[in-house]
C-alpha cells in the first residue's frame, strides 16, 4: 500500500529556511501535495505538484516556497525560504490516487526567535 515519510523539519529563526522531503512507496507518478496544520488550526493547503511537474501554490506561501519531485526516487520536495512564524506547523505529504488520498505523518517546523 502507499506510505510517506516526510523529513527535513527543525527549528528555524524568522527568515531562515527549511527543506522538507517526502519519500514514497506504492506510487507510480501520482500528484503530490503538501498541507500544514498550526496548533487549534484547521488543516490548510500549501502546495501540489502533477506527475509532469506543474506546481500550484496557497497565497500565503507564493514565491517564498518552492514544490519539486524527482519521480525516480518517488520523492516531493518543499523549499520554504523566508519563513515566518506563522508558518510554524506540522507539515504533511500527499499524494492523491485512484485508490483515495494516502497522508504522511507529518513533520514540524517551527519557526520562532
Known amino acids: 500500500q502507499v506510505q510517506l515519510v516526510e523529513s527535513g523539519g527543525g527549528l528555524v529563526h524568522p527568515g531562515g529556511s527549511l527543506r522538507l522531503s517526502c519519500a514514497a512507496s506504492?506510487?507510480?507518478?501520482?500528484?503530490m501535495g503538501w498541507y500544514r496544520q498550526a496548533p487549534g488550526k484547521q488543516r490548510e493547503f500549501v502546495a501540489s505538484?502533477?506527475?509532469?511537474?506543474?506546481?500550484n501554490y496557497a497565497d500565503s506561501v507564493k514565491v517564498r516556497f518552492t514544490i519539486s519531485r524527482d519521480n525516480a526516487k518517488n520523492t516531493v520536495y518543499l523549499q520554504m525560504n523566508s519563513l515566518k512564524p506563522e508558518d510554524t506547523a506540522v507539515y504533511l505529504c500527499?499524494?492523491?490516487?485512484?485508490?483515495?488520498?494516502?497522508w504522511g505523518q507529518g513533520t514540524q517546523d517551527t519557526v520562532t526567535s
Open positions: 500527499a499524494a492523491y490516487t485512484r485508490g483515495g488520498t494516502f
Open positions: 506504492g506510487l507510480i507518478g501520482e500528484a
Open positions: 505538484i502533477t506527475s509532469a511537474g506543474s506546481a
